[in-house]
């Protein structure tokens, strides 16, 4: 190993002359962040060395670009590509780095806006004054850059963004020669609960990349310092009081409207709540002037129209008539539902009828040459919808790819039509809205046509290509004209396995469908991509139903503009009217509103960048919180397998055995599956106060996924609350992995009602806990140590395979995986909590040869 190298200053460059990031390189020295606690398997506090310093590491820091904000307002943006330490460039320049282990802040600096300067004065700014929600931060090679690519509003991983950044492969770049990646993601424990939760791997263990020579970062902060108290490094000190915190003003909606209606413990009424050590503004409470609840705004915010607007959604049915609470109630709901249903029609023709030999209600039917008739029928007619067996239907998204199909019964055939941009690979996936509900898909690539199951790497990896499936399709013809190829094949109804979809005449009448283009004819990382909605229609004209499926809400700012509405995909239970799911979890099953816009309270969708948390008529202090986040980056130099020892002979790849280190693969999946977040609501409603989301919840009932012990509410005693009184909220999740080993699992919650997350193998039928991972919360100590802040969380991650560790737990083929999450709820509710599971592992099989040759190698270097 090269020796440490000794601090040789700060090095920057400034953004158009305003926003200046720095860098430095340091010798040895001890943790940023002071020392961790790390867990393994059900045991906590387990004897691993978690000093960096100590392990003979060396590191680097980088600082962001300045963030300032006022109270209450929300940051939460790209903040550009920035260069790291010139020497570390030139000492890894066509080498490779092993970042062991990192460690985050945020820090006020000296001179204002001048970071790295003097970092000795650096001065962490409490997380009860600038919360940290979440961060995304990439370690960018020479090969790699950063990319802005449109997404699916839909895309829960995207929290309802039209944007976001990615890493990616430079066109043209060659690969690394040892195999190892271009760049590197940083995400785990992300929260609240970074700065006290370990991000260091195992001795052996890294995650690597080649030619290191940038960084970038994508933060999300809350504002939550109260401007009474002020906002600078001097000022570190006050309003700290007996409970460590001194709220300002919140919104209504904030906390369930409990601090308005003075009922959180020693709040007084009014806008600014009482004894508490958080603010609730940090679960994104919606509020008056985005998205806020009419049962808080029943007049709308300042601006006068509703910030919550009610409308419904609309689904075909072939067969059947719909149910007596989906009938369309009007003529004008009617034809606005046809248009958006995704009919192929060259025109739509609207017309209002009283017929008793036409179903009840909305109706659409194919007519010749490609028009169609939206029919509303005023007659409560007896009349069902009877399609015929061939159905055909076909829709272009906005991204230019258009997909057809026809299903005929009797020669079991469905017939796909695809088209798309000649220049590059198109695709579409059936029966989703995201890549993380892992569709079958058909994708076009040139001249090679194949089946691919998406997003099976994790659901926050929904940019994974997923996993090649067995052909299952016959191309018919495959032909180019104006730049437009399209592709017609067949195959039968019934998908070749499992993860083949299956069609059916009886079900499939509305699909959701997924599309993406390429940026070539190589199958990688879509160029853009954007849902749409398919409705096949019978090929004779027989009539399809049109069935209400109930209401949609709009999300709106103050004065009715910038609405927007979404559905998650929400977990379905194990068991329910469709049948027997899997993977399943609990949030459809207790009703969370996270899961549509129509009941949606509070958490990311109301929290985007620039918002301002309060309501309308509550003014915004002019006086900005200025910081900066800063990372510390531990790393060795990475040797291939022949440089490692001579006794080893391994593959020079970086999962190969024999080398420095085995790169850990990022492994995510979360608890509150394809909903990216959910609600915790109180566990009991609250007499003359409302529930958002559960509007009409019964008194002294516990709420959905609520378990209580002692003397508590009752309907008879709506009001007891016993001091024996303890109430549980707990949400699960079944799903399986497929291949890995886990090293790292870092849990992501919030402050401040997280109990513990815990991980499950669950092969045998009996549950074995692989990794439980219990909160530490602060005691209010700031004194001696600045991050004890009262009630904000440490959550340390499970660690395998090492000094004081529990063997690395082996996942082989679809193992079946469970997840717990628990959180008080006793008397107050959180909106927007997580239960992400933020894991590395490294590929199985030949696990056990790997291992054997890394821990060979780590002792030959020792």
């Given at each position: 190993?090269?020796?440490?190298?000794?601090?040789?200053?700060?090095?920057?460059?400034?953004?158009?002359?305003?926003?200046?990031?720095?860098?430095?390189?340091?010798?040895?020295?001890?943790?940023?962040?002071?020392?961790?606690?790390?867990?393994?398997?059900?045991?906590?506090?387990?004897?691993?060395?978690?000093?960096?310093?100590?392990?003979?590491?060396?590191?680097?820091?980088?600082?962001?670009?300045?963030?300032?904000?006022?109270?209450?307002?929300?940051?939460?943006?790209?903040?550009?590509?920035?260069?790291?330490?010139?020497?570390?460039?030139?000492?890894?320049?066509?080498?490779?780095?092993?970042?062991?282990?990192?460690e985050m802040d945020q820090v006020m600096v000296q001179p204002t806006g001048k970071p790295g300067v003097h970092p000795e004065k650096?001065?962490?700014?409490?997380?009860?004054?600038?919360?940290?929600?979440?961060?995304?931060?990439?370690?960018?090679?020479?090969?790699?850059?950063?990319?802005?690519?449109?997404?699916?509003?839909?895309?829960?991983s995207s929290h309802g963004a039209a944007t976001r950044m990615v890493a990616r492969h430079r066109a043209g770049a060659a690969a690394?020669?040892?195999?190892?990646?271009?760049?590197?993601?940083?995400?785990?424990?992300?929260?609240?609960?970074?700065?006290?939760?370990?991000?260091?791997?195992?001795?052996?263990?890294?995650?690597?990349?080649?030619?290191?020579?940038?960084?970038?970062?994508?933060?999300?902060?809350?504002?939550?310092?109260?401007?009474?108290?002020?906002?600078?490094?001097?000022?570190?000190?006050?309003?700290?009081?007996?409970?460590?915190?001194?709220?300002?003003?919140e919104p209504r909606q904030a906390r369930y409207g409990l601090a308005v209606a003075g009922l959180v413990p020693g709040g007084p009424?009014?806008?600014?709540?009482?004894?508490?050590?958080?603010?609730?503004?940090?679960?994104?409470?919606?509020?008056?002037?985005?998205?806020?609840?009419?049962?808080?705004?029943?007049?709308?915010?300042?601006?006068?129209?509703?910030?919550?607007?009610?409308?419904?959604?609309?689904?075909?049915?072939?067969?059947?008539?719909?149910?007596?609470?989906?009938?369309?109630?009007?003529?004008?709901?009617?034809?606005?539902?046809?248009?958006?249903?995704?009919?192929?029609?060259?025109?739509?023709?609207?017309?209002?009828?009283?017929?008793?030999?036409?179903?009840?209600?909305?109706?659409?039917?194919?007519?010749?040459?490609?028009?169609?008739?939206?029919?509303?029928?005023?007659?409560?007619?007896?009349?069902?919808?009877?399609?015929?067996?061939?159905?055909?239907?076909?829709?272009?998204?906005?991204?230019?790819?258009?997909?057809?199909?026809?299903?005929?019964?009797?020669?079991?055939?469905?017939?796909?039509?695809?088209?798309?941009?000649?220049?590059?690979?198109?695709?579409?996936?059936?029966?989703?809205?995201?890549?993380?509900?892992?569709?079958?898909?058909?994708?076009?690539?040139?001249?090679?046509?194949?089946?691919?199951?998406?997003?099976?790497?994790?659901?926050?990896?929904?940019?994974?290509?997923?996993?090649?499936?067995?052909?299952?399709?016959?191309?018919?013809?495959?032909?180019?004209?104006?730049?437009?190829?399209?592709?017609?094949?067949?195959?039968?109804?019934?998908?070749?396995?499992?993860?083949?979809?299956?069609?059916?005449?009886?079900?499939?009448?509305?699909?959701?469908?997924?599309?993406?283009?390429?940026?070539?004819?190589?199958?990688?990382?879509?160029?853009?991509?954007?849902?749409?909605?398919?409705?096949?229609?019978?090929?004779?004209?027989?009539?399809?139903?049109?069935?209400?499926?109930?209401?949609?809400?709009?999300?709106?700012?103050?004065?009715?503009?910038?609405?927007?509405?979404?559905?998650?995909?929400?977990?379905?239970?194990?068991?329910?009217?469709?049948?027997?799911?899997?993977?399943?979890?609990?949030?459809?099953?207790?009703?969370?509103?996270?899961?549509?816009?129509?009941?949606?309270?509070?958490?990311?969708?109301?929290?985007?960048?620039?918002?301002?948390?309060?309501?309308?008529?509550?003014?915004?202090?002019?006086?900005?919180?200025?910081?900066?986040?800063?990372?510390?980056?531990?790393?060795?130099?990475?040797?291939?397998?022949?440089?490692?020892?001579?006794?080893?002979?391994?593959?020079?790849?970086?999962?190969?055995?024999?080398?420095?280190?085995?790169?850990?693969?990022?492994?995510?999946?979360?608890?509150?599956?394809?909903?990216?977040?959910?609600?915790?609501?109180?566990?009991?409603?609250?007499?003359?106060?409302?529930?958002?989301?559960?509007?009409?919840?019964?008194?002294?009932?516990?709420?959905?996924?609520?378990?209580?012990?002692?003397?508590?509410?009752?309907?008879?005693?709506?009001?007891?609350?016993?001091?024996?009184?303890?109430?549980?909220?707990?949400?699960?999740?079944?799903?399986?992995?497929?291949?890995?080993?886990?090293?790292?699992?870092?849990?992501?919650?919030?402050?401040?009602?997280?109990?513990?997350?815990?991980?499950?193998?669950?092969?045998?039928?009996?549950?074995?806990?692989?990794?439980?991972?219990?909160?530490?919360?602060?005691?209010?100590?700031?004194?001696?140590?600045?991050?004890?802040?009262?009630?904000?969380?440490?959550?340390?991650?499970?660690?395998?395979?090492?000094?004081?560790?529990?063997?690395?737990?082996?996942?082989?083929?679809?193992?079946?995986?469970?997840?717990?999450?628990?959180?008080?709820?006793?008397?107050?509710?959180?909106?927007?909590?997580?239960?992400?599971?933020?894991?590395?592992?490294?590929?199985?099989?030949?696990?056990?040869?790997?291992?054997?040759?890394?821990?060979?190698?780590?002792?030959?270097?020792?």
């Amino acid at each position: 190993r090269s020796e440490p190298y000794k601090r040789t200053g700060c090095f920057g460059s400034s953004i158009r002359g305003s926003m200046p990031p720095f860098a430095a390189i340091f010798a040895l020295a001890a943790n940023m962040n002071g020392r961790y606690s790390v867990s393994s398997g059900g045991r906590h506090d387990v004897p691993f060395n978690d000093d960096y310093a100590s392990r003979g590491l060396e590191y680097f820091d980088v600082w962001s670009p300045e963030i300032a904000t006022h109270y209450a307002e929300v940051f939460w943006t790209d903040m550009g590509t920035h260069p790291i330490p010139p020497e570390i460039v030139r000492r890894f320049a066509n080498k490779t780095m092993a970042i062991v282990g990192y460690e985050m802040d945020q820090v006020m600096v000296q001179p204002t806006g001048k970071p790295g300067v003097h970092p000795e004065k650096d001065v962490s700014v409490p997380i009860n004054w600038a919360y940290n929600h979440h961060y995304e931060t990439w370690l960018l090679g020479a090969a790699a850059e950063m990319e802005r690519v449109s997404v699916d509003p839909n895309d829960v991983s995207s929290h309802g963004a039209a944007t976001r950044m990615v890493a990616r492969h430079r066109a043209g770049a060659a690969a690394s020669p040892d195999g190892a990646p271009s760049s590197q993601w940083f995400s785990e424990g992300n929260g609240g609960e970074s700065r006290k939760s370990f991000h260091g791997y195992p001795a052996g263990f890294a995650q690597l990349v080649r030619s290191p020579r940038a960084w970038h970062t994508t933060p999300m902060q809350i504002d939550i310092r109260n401007r009474d108290c002020g906002a600078t490094p001097d000022d570190v000190a006050r309003c700290s009081g007996p409970h460590g915190f001194t709220p300002g003003p919140e919104p209504r909606q904030a906390r369930y409207g409990l601090a308005v209606a003075g009922l959180v413990p020693g709040g007084p009424k009014g806008g600014v709540p009482g004894a508490t050590n958080y603010s609730g503004l940090l679960e994104c409470p919606c509020n008056g002037r985005y998205g806020g609840d009419p049962a808080f705004y029943p007049d709308g915010g300042k601006g006068g129209s509703r910030t919550r607007v009610l409308t419904h959604d609309f689904k075909g049915v072939a067969v059947g008539a719909c149910g007596a609470a989906a009938h369309v109630l009007s003529a004008e709901a009617c034809f606005g539902a046809v248009a958006q249903l995704g009919v192929n029609a060259t025109s739509i023709r609207n017309e209002t009828v009283h017929s008793s030999s036409l179903p009840r209600g909305c109706s659409v039917s194919r007519g010749a040459r490609g028009a169609s008739s939206a029919t509303f029928n005023t007659a409560h007619s007896t009349v069902s919808c009877e399609a015929g067996a061939r159905r055909v239907g076909q829709v272009t998204s906005l991204v230019g790819v258009t997909l057809g199909i026809a299903l005929d019964a009797a020669s079991d055939a469905a017939t796909l039509t695809l088209s798309g941009p000649a220049g590059g690979w198109f695709g579409a996936g059936l029966h989703a809205l995201v890549m993380s509900d892992q569709p079958y898909t058909i994708v076009v690539a040139g001249e090679e046509v194949f089946e691919q199951k998406l997003g099976t790497c994790g659901e926050e990896a929904q940019h994974c290509a997923g996993t090649r499936l067995a052909a299952s399709v016959t191309v018919l013809s495959d032909s180019v004209s104006g730049g437009v190829r399209t592709v017609e094949m067949s195959r039968p109804l019934r998908g070749r396995t499992d993860d083949h979809y299956s069609f059916s005449l009886a079900a499939n009448t509305t699909l959701n469908l997924i599309t993406a283009v390429g940026y070539s004819h190589a199958f990688g990382h879509h160029k853009a991509h954007h849902h749409a909605t398919l409705t096949l229609t019978d090929a004779a004209g027989a009539p399809t139903c049109v069935c209400d499926q109930g209401g949609r809400g709009d999300l709106c700012h103050d004065g009715g503009t910038g609405c927007a509405h979404f559905v998650k995909e929400c977990a379905p239970p194990r068991h329910d009217a469709a049948g027997e799911h899997y993977p399943f979890g609990d949030l459809l099953e207790q009703r969370n509103p996270t899961c549509s816009s129509m009941s949606y309270a509070g958490g990311l969708r109301c929290c985007g960048h620039g918002r301002i948390m309060l309501d309308a008529d509550q003014p915004v202090r002019p006086e900005l919180l200025r910081y900066h986040h800063k990372y510390r980056f531990w790393f060795e130099e990475y040797l291939p397998a022949p440089r490692a020892h001579a006794a080893v002979q391994a593959p020079a790849a970086p999962s190969g055995g024999g080398a420095s280190h085995l790169n850990l693969e990022r492994i995510y999946y979360m608890t509150e599956a394809s909903a990216g977040e959910y609600d915790v609501p109180p566990a009991f409603a609250t007499p003359s106060v409302p529930l958002p989301g559960y509007p009409s919840w019964p008194l002294g009932v516990p709420t959905p996924g609520t378990s209580c012990t002692g003397s508590c509410p009752t309907p008879e005693q709506p009001s007891r609350f016993g001091a024996d009184c303890e109430c549980v909220h707990t949400i699960t999740y079944h799903w399986s992995i497929d291949n890995k080993s886990l090293i790292y699992a870092g849990g992501h919650c919030h402050a401040p009602s997280c109990l513990d997350i815990s991980l499950y193998r669950n092969d045998t039928g009996t549950p074995q806990l692989l990794c439980r991972q219990a909160t530490k919360y602060g005691a209010g100590d700031v004194k001696h140590d600045k991050f004890d802040e009262a009630d904000f969380v440490a959550l340390p991650p499970c660690l395998w395979e090492g000094e004081g560790l529990d063997p690395a737990p082996w996942l082989g083929p679809k193992t079946p995986m469970v997840s717990v999450k628990r959180n008080r709820n006793t008397r107050l509710g959180h909106f927007g909590e997580m239960a992400s599971w933020q894991m590395r592992g490294i590929p199985f099989p030949a696990h056990r040869a790997q291992l054997a040759d890394r821990k060979a190698a780590v002792v030959a270097r020792s």
